[in-house]
């Protein structure tokens, strides 16, 4: 008796951070994306879509699953639209990018035409999750900024809104 082959398939991660670019249609963009890509290279494609929910850590119900089916030996590839959607962290990146390799799978981001089976395309993962890690900490500091230039008007006598006129 043979054993049958367990089921192998490619997995599709789209990910939106915030409930306004789920209403923009952002998810469903990157899922016709995915779903484009899938079927030009013809891939059998599981989304495990992710809305509402930050890239600052792997700490994600959908992104678990998916690495749950890596350990498992369930995925062949791991298809994102764009680096950034699946870790704004290098060092979280380089992890999941260890986690791939060991377990066969290869790592393929769409827009910046990452295909992690070659050298180029893995010294370019590198790069590129640098990028987005600088991105997130700029992002950081400016809303930290703009939290203490708030703070300081109050401080100032600009009094908000719903203290005007009383008095």
Sequence with gaps: L?????????????????DMQVERDALQNQIQA???YAVA???DLHLYAEEGVSA??????????LLADVR?????????????RISRSLADLLDLMRLFDA????FVSLRDSIDTSGPVGRFMLH???AIAELERGIIAE?????????ARQVEWGASPLWARGRG
């Design 34 to 36: 995915l779903e484009a």
């Design 41 to 43: 290279h013809g891939l």
């Design 2 to 18: 043979m054993a049958k082959a367990a089921a192998r398939w490619d997995a599709g991660y789209p990910r939106v951070s915030t």
């Design 103 to 106: 377990h066969g799978v290869k």
């Design 72 to 84: 498992a030996g369930r995925v062949c590839t791991v298809l994102v639209t764009k680096l950034d």
């Design 142 to 150: 400016r809303v930290a900024e703009d939290m203490k230039l708030r």
């Design 56 to 65: 600052k850590d792997t700490d994600r119900p959908k992104l678990q699953e």
């Design 127 to 129: 790069i590129l999750g």
